[in-house]
Nanobody, 125 residues
């Protein structure tokens, strides 16, 4: 399995921006589609965004479309999540995950093979 480490979380005011990073090691990064999920206090983990192995296709949860951008740099074994216009209700632990299957990356967390430890994002009102 690939090992994943997220970074870039922190405290930001509503309307602000953050860029999360997820560094991969242990396996060939470009063999994995990548996803971002988040889990708010007292809620289930939910899909945020995903990107194919080569980065040519992305998909987003409706709630973050036009505000968040997922991207990847296979040369750096890193996937990013640029988050703009953040809202207080988006306070959560954000996780990156790797999906070794071919095709369009899944929105279902049980189809991802490897997970990072998460990074906390807190959006103040």
């Amino acid at each position: 399995q690939v090992q994943l480490v997220e970074s870039g979380g922190g405290l930001v005011q509503a309307g602000g921006s953050l860029r999360l990073s997820c560094a991969a090691s242990g396996r060939t990064f470009s063999n994995y589609a990548m996803g971002w999920f988040r889990q708010a206090p007292g809620k289930e983990r939910e899909f945020v965004a995903a990107i194919t192995r080569g980065g040519s296709f992305t998909r987003y949860a409706d709630s973050v479309k036009d505000r968040f951008t997922i991207s990847r740099d296979n040369a750096k074994n890193t996937v990013y999540l640029q988050m703009n216009s953040l809202k207080p209700e988006e306070t959560a632990v954000y996780y990156c995950a790797a999906d070794s299957r071919y095709g369009i990356p899944s929105i279902k967390e049980n189809e991802y093979n490897s997970w990072g430890q998460g990074t906390q994002v807190t959006v103040s009102s």
